[in-house]
């Protein structure tokens, strides 16, 4: 797992809660301080006039299109580190001017937009080179504390009670990369009757193959992070399903496998957004306890988890007696952080920025064992 690097820690140690955690935490046990932040445009709370001492926060985790220098600098002035969402297989914008880089599904079309999310054929060699060159710019301009992979997955959406889950993607490119891996010769020519045998005849080396190409996003993204930024954490926030849901989706049609995650990753951020996936508020902390367990997330060398969890009032309405639930349950061991969604969700009900700011500025929290 990688070290915090010198910069992020002498960031973290201004405020004097962080410099009490970085010098225990970080020294003795290679860990960091309890993660407590928020997910978004965290610039719009100070342009509303909060600040994130203030708040309690310790971190902020800002989408790369909303990342600029002035809110880099003032972050780092209040005591935050710096963690950088990157949209990885987010295809929107990208696959209507590079039509060659469309998700095709097993008729041979182009798998239609999954809701609002629009995913990408993650073996197009283009857009790859184009993902890659953002990241570059990123970390040569930026002196940030992690870069957290985004809709790390293939084409589909899950953020939602009944998930959109198409099959993809069938393009040549990726067709002939799997025939590589496999060793399995495809005579068939035309796309539908490919996609046919191998669903029939070969599913089991092709969930595996789809697998390996997400594997390999990490390996080769996070072999950028070591480059130009050693000790630079690497996150992933990811579907936080468990393996049997949906018929095995997670695996089957995301092309995730938390496991293979935890061995490339220095920190897990389930995705744990319990009203989009219309579970109750219980369900957070039985994930994270699950995904402790899975991970072995007590033993040295394992990810830190970091969930997210949910404050955006879609579908239906979170209020602030529930949005302290989800924390809570969010921060139980063996979570190491914690961070919701989204700045926007607190400033349309500042109840919540309250129950935030109580959260983070309370002794008792992150709760130690199964309650405050």
Request: hydrophobic letters at 40%; charged letters at 20%.
């Amino acid at each position: 797992m990688t070290k915090l690097k010198p910069t992020g820690i002498i960031a973290a140690t201004i405020s004097l809660y962080a410099l009490f955690s970085c010098t225990t935490y970080v020294e003795e046990n290679d860990r960091l301080p309890f993660i407590k932040g928020i997910y978004g445009n965290p610039g719009s709370l100070l342009e509303a006039g909060y600040s994130f001492d203030s708040l309690g926060m310790n971190a902020v985790f800002v989408r790369s299109i909303s990342l600029n220098r002035e809110f880099h600098d003032a972050a780092r002035e209040q005591g935050c580190m710096v963690f950088v969402e990157f949209p990885t297989l987010l295809g929107r914008n990208y696959v209507e001017n590079h039509p060659e880089a469309w998700p095709i599904d097993e008729q041979g079309e182009k798998s239609p937009a999954a809701d609002w999310f629009m995913g990408v054929c993650p073996t197009n060699p283009g857009f790859r080179e184009h993902r890659a060159a953002q990241l570059r710019d990123i970390l040569t301009e930026f002196d940030v504390d992690g870069i957290f992979l985004d809709y790390l997955h293939w084409h589909a959406q899950f953020e939602t009670p009944d998930p959109i889950l198409p099959e993809t993607c069938f393009c040549d490119n990726c067709t002939e990369q799997f025939q590589e891996s496999s060793g399995l010769k495809l005579t068939l020519e035309d796309i539908p009757a490919k996609a046919e045998w191998i669903l029939a005849n070969a599913e089991t080396e092709w969930r595996r193959w789809r697998n390996s190409v997400i594997n390999n996003w990490v390996d080769d993204m996070g072999d950028i992070v070591r480059e130009l930024s050693p000790g630079t954490l690497l996150g992933v926030y990811y579907c936080s399903w468990y393996p049997a849901d949906y018929n095995s989706a997670l695996y089957r049609i995301l092309g995730i496998d938390v496991r293979s995650l935890a061995q490339r990753v220095d920190v897990l951020s389930p995705m744990l957004f319990h009203m989009m996936k219309d579970r109750p508020a219980e369900w957070v902390g039985e994930y994270v306890q699950w995904l402790g367990s899975t991970t072995g997330a007590a033993e040295k060398g394992s990810p830190l988890i970091w969930p997210i969890v949910q404050a955006h009032n879609n579908p239906g309405v979170i209020t602030p007696e529930e949005f302290r639930q989800v924390m809570i349950e969010g921060s139980r061991p063996p979570a190491s952080g914690i961070m919701m969604f989204s700045d926007v969700s607190l400033l349309d009900d500042p109840r919540k920025i309250t129950v935030m700011k109580k959260l983070y500025t309370e002794e008792s929290f992150p709760p130690d064992d199964h309650g405050l």
